[in-house]
């Protein structure tokens, strides 16, 4: 086991944004709503998205435990899609404080060969209007460490959100087996 320390920084955002959408960087960019996507699609989305930043907890995750992730309804994940290429994703979780007007952004991210074409303050507006576009929605929260993408944490709080919380914690870096 290899145990790397990081902080962990929880962010919300109480209200939809009021100014104009993020323009898409360039022509042929296209957010999809890839509804019940099917596991190994969504394990490759995963992988290709998280690897460089060390995300493991789907990667811990059984096809059955997955699956009953990606069938629930109140989970969506959004593709970002250049030129029919998948080039990065937003998931959107209602599961557990929908009651209260929750929603979390539980994944979000580009692969590495589209990071640096401003794709991602177009995809993470694209993620908050979806989330906002339900009236029961009442705060959108995320969180981010510091072993993502170091541009991610100054991206969420420039799209409008604000942090709450941090944390002090290990992350286990042994990545578990495909």
């Keep these: 086991m290899s145990l790397i320390p990081t902080t962990v920084t929880y962010l919300e955002m109480l209200?939809?944004?009021?100014?104009?959408?993020?323009a898409p960087p360039t022509d042929?960019?296209?957010?999809?709503?890839?509804?019940r996507p099917p596991i190994?699609?969504?394990?490759?989305?995963?992988?290709?998205?998280?690897a460089p930043w060390l995300w493991v907890d789907r990667r811990r995750l059984d096809d059955a435990a997955l699956?009953?992730?990606?069938?629930?309804?109140?989970?969506?994940v959004h593709v970002a899609?250049?030129?029919?290429?998948?080039?990065?994703?937003a998931e959107l979780d209602r599961r557990e404080e929908a009651a209260r007007g929750d929603v979390e952004l539980a994944y979000f991210g580009l692969m590495?060969?589209?990071?640096?074409r401003r794709l991602g303050p177009w995809l993470l507006d694209g993620a908050i209007r979806r989330a906002f576009a339900s009236s029961a929605t009442r705060r959108l929260?995320?969180?981010?460490?510091?072993?993502?993408?170091?541009?991610a944490l100054p991206?969420?709080?420039?799209?409008?959100?604000?942090?709450?919380?941090?944390?002090?914690?290990?992350?286990?870096?042994?990545?578990?087996?495909?």
């Design 67 to 76: 699956g009953a992730i990606l069938e629930d309804a109140r989970v969506e």
């Design 112 to 116: 590495p060969a589209f990071i640096g």
């Design 141 to 151: 929260w995320v969180h981010t460490q510091t072993l993502d993408h170091p541009k």
């Design 40 to 50: 190994g699609y969504y394990r490759w989305l995963y992988e290709s998205v998280g």
């Design 15 to 22: 209200a939809p944004p009021t100014g104009a959408p993020v």
């Design 28 to 35: 042929g960019v296209a957010l999809v709503h890839a509804r």
């Design 155 to 178: 991206l969420y709080r420039a799209l409008g959100f604000v942090p709450y919380k941090t944390d002090e914690i290990l992350v286990d870096a042994q990545l578990p087996p495909r």
């Design 81 to 89: 899609m250049v030129d029919g290429v998948p080039a990065g994703y």
